[in-house]
């Protein structure tokens, strides 16, 4: 049950990327998509109802047509590591080819890479 709940925060802080220029619904209403071509989860500790915790959302590289991330779960107040985990998005056209990564979303991309920028989000008594 533990390892559930981590990896559906996990998947629940990935799908809120938008300050690296990637959000969801919009890419969805150019008619392009994004499918999750791999995922990889490391189990490192146990999180149990009404555990703090914090997720780390990075964009760690790109290329023409996938986004690589790097999600961190950690437990508060210590810091305690709960999961890592990789993930690829590829990108698609409308049909569902992969296809170019558009250069406006590129470069956005780029900077938030070159900038080791990360999200944090916080999450109170997991259920």
């Keep these: 049950m533990e390892k559930r709940v981590a990896a559906m925060v996990s998947i629940q802080g990935g799908r809120r990327r938008r300050k690296g220029g990637i959000n969801v619904d919009t890419v969805s209403q150019t008619g392009n998509a994004l499918a999750l071509s791999n995922l990889s989860l490391k189990f490192l500790g146990p999180l149990r109802i009404g555990d703090r915790l914090t997720v780390r959302v990075s964009a760690s590289d790109s290329s ?8 961190f779960i950690f ?10 985990a990789r993930a690829t998005l590829l990108w698609l ?16 991309i780029v900077q938030f ?14 259920k």
Excluded at 75 to 84: A, S
Excluded at 93 to 108: A, C, L
Aim: aromatic letters at 14%; charged letters at 35%; proline letters at 8%.
């Design 93 to 108: 056209d409308k049909n569902y080819h992969p296809t170019r990564i558009p250069t406006e979303v590129r470069s956005k």
């Design 64 to 71: 023409d047509t996938r986004i690589y991330f790097e999600d």
């Design 75 to 84: 437990k508060i107040p210590n810091q305690e590591p709960i999961l890592e």
């Design 113 to 126: 890479v070159l900038h080791d920028e990360e999200e944090w989000f916080h999450f109170y008594g997991v």
